[in-house]
């Protein structure tokens, strides 16, 4: 099956500091969803974004389809920015496949 | 618009008991999907209905674990007899239209703790 690969697995930050989270998978997809899983566990959407770059307030996501990544990048962050961030795909027509994920702290 | 709901947040059972989760999807939501959250992994899927039918269930144990959604609309999963190891998060979410196009969106998640 298709692979999922985020990098890096785990980050610290000082508020207000930039970051880039990456996620690369190993072939084609239809699909492509960018999450953050809150400390209480909910997944909460940021974008979905199969190509192309999108951006949300601090937030914004770039997928390059045909070399098999896509980035999240994070301005000025916030404490509450914390958390895990997960890449999902849609390998032909499978349900998301999900990355193991980037935990993120930001720190005061 | 009401986004996915789930419930109970949190259980905890004795290995052996049962127990069952329920899940109201996003109304007009055709397809609803479950998946296990293991603490420290991302979710994986087990299982896909495409409204009250299934169309993926190859990951879900069927052992112990089975899931319906009657009449297209709510489902629950159910696991009996529990085992320690499926102490984690069950996360139900819904899209619009079957997998290889639509946006997912999650619920809250309910919390099993298995001792």
């Known amino acids: 099956g298709i692979q999922v690969e985020q990098s890096p697995p785990d980050l610290i930050l000082q508020e207000g500091a930039n970051s880039t989270l990456r996620c690369n998978f190993s072939?084609?997809?239809?699909?492509l969803q960018w999450f953050h899983q809150n400390p209480w566990g909910q997944l909460i959407n940021l974008f979905y974004?199969?190509?192309g770059t999108k951006q949300n307030g601090r937030l914004s996501a770039t997928t390059v389809a045909t070399e098999r990544y896509s980035l999240l990048y994070i301005s000025s962050s916030q404490t509450t920015d914390s958390g895990v961030y997960f890449c999902?795909?849609?390998?032909?027509?499978?349900?998301?496949?999900f990355g193991k994920g980037t935990r993120l702290s930001v720190i005061a | 618009e009401a986004g996915v709901a789930q419930s109970p947040r949190y259980k905890i059972i004795e290995k052996r008991q049962s127990v069952a989760f329920w899940c109201n999807p996003i109304?007009?939501?055709?397809?609803l999907y479950w998946y296990q959250q293991i603490l420290g992994q991302g979710p994986k899927l087990l299982i896909q209905?495409?409204?009250?039918?299934?169309?993926?269930d190859s990951q879900l144990p069927k052992d112990r674990f089975s899931a319906e959604r009657l009449k297209g609309v709510d489902s629950t999963l159910k696991i009996q007899p529990a085992k320690l190891e499926d102490s984690a998060v069950y996360l139900c979410?819904?899209?619009?239209?079957?997998?290889?196009?639509?946006?997912?969106?999650f619920g809250e998640g309910s919390r099993l703790t298995v001792l």
């Open positions: 072939d084609s997809v239809n699909n």
């Open positions: 999902a795909v849609v390998p032909g027509n499978t349900p998301l496949v």
């Open positions: 209905f495409q409204n009250n039918g299934v169309v993926d």
């Open positions: 979410a819904s899209s619009w239209t079957g997998a290889g196009a639509g946006e997912l969106f």
């Open positions: 109304s007009g939501h055709a397809t």
């Open positions: 974004i199969p190509s």
